[in-house]
T-cell receptor
Framework: GENVEQHPSTLSVQEGDSAVIKCTYS??????FPWYKQELGKGPQLIID?????GEKKDQRIAVTLNKTAKHFSLHITETQPEDSAVYFC????????????FGKGTTLSVSS | EAQVTQNPRYLITVTGKKLTVTCSQN?????MSWYRQDPGLGLRQIYY???????DKGDVPEGYKVSRKEKRNFPLILESPSPNQTSLYFC???????????FGSGTQLSVL
């Protein structure tokens, strides 16, 4: 089955710096890669996703890149702000009936002002 | 407001005492799922349901039951809770499997 590795487990940056979180997946059939942000005391919330027919996707300060050959995808946050502090999860799935969304173990991002 | 509602938010119980965590969504989603979140282990799927009366095991189903008698509700049942089920539980739903998941606010369960 699918296995998703996420690095780093913790990341501390200064406000205004960029942050990058990387994930690798094992199943080459996976074709959907979402990223979720979990703030303290809340459930995870989708912030961006990418499908395997696209190499990069941007949404304001957030971007995701996908390298299908190497089976890795990354989350890039530019001009970080204190409100970006949260736990971030990557996930992967084959997007077929009966196949689960497999999550990475999470990255705790701390942005200090 | 579109949302997934879980109850209770916090629950302390004792070993062996049956409990139910409720989950309801108001978005007419077909797909619903339960996850548990443990430190260092991320989110692991317990059970999921692709539609009414259709449920299936996730990665860590042992000790849990679910039912999907109505589209909007997907309760999680622990018939005989044990301390290793102490965890943070999330219910989630999406229009279809593999699409954007909406999560509830979580239920922190402690089994003594």
């Amino acid at each position: 089955g699918e296995n998703v590795e996420q690095h780093p487990s913790t990341l501390s940056v200064q406000e205004g710096d960029s942050a990058v979180i990387k994930c690798t997946y094992s199943d080459s059939a996976s074709n959907y890669f979402p990223w979720y942000k979990q703030e303290l005391g809340k459930g995870p919330q989708l912030i961006i996703d990418i499908r395997s027919n696209v190499g990069e996707k941007k949404d304001q300060r957030i971007a995701v890149t996908l390298n299908k050959t190497a089976k890795h995808f990354s989350l890039h946050i530019t001009e970080t702000q204190p409100e970006d502090s949260a736990v971030y999860f990557c996930a992967a799935t084959m997007n077929q009936a009966g196949t689960a969304l497999i999550f990475g173990k999470g990255t705790t991002l701390s942005v200090s002002s | 407001e579109a949302q997934v509602t879980q109850n209770p938010r916090y629950l302390i119980t004792v070993t062996g005492k049956k409990l139910t965590v409720t989950c309801s969504q108001n978005m007419n989603h077909e797909y619903m799922s339960w996850y548990r979140q443990d430190p260092g282990l991320g989110l692991r799927q317990i059970y999921y349901s692709m539609n009414v009366e259709v449920t299936d095991k996730g990665d860590v189903p042992e000790g849990y039951k679910v039912s999907r008698k109505e589209k909007r509700n997907f309760p999680l049942i622990l018939e005989s809770p044990s301390p290793n089920q102490t965890s943070l539980y999330f219910c989630a739903s999406s229009f279809r499997e593999g699409e954007k998941l909406f999560f509830g606010s979580g239920t922190q369960l402690s089994v003594l």
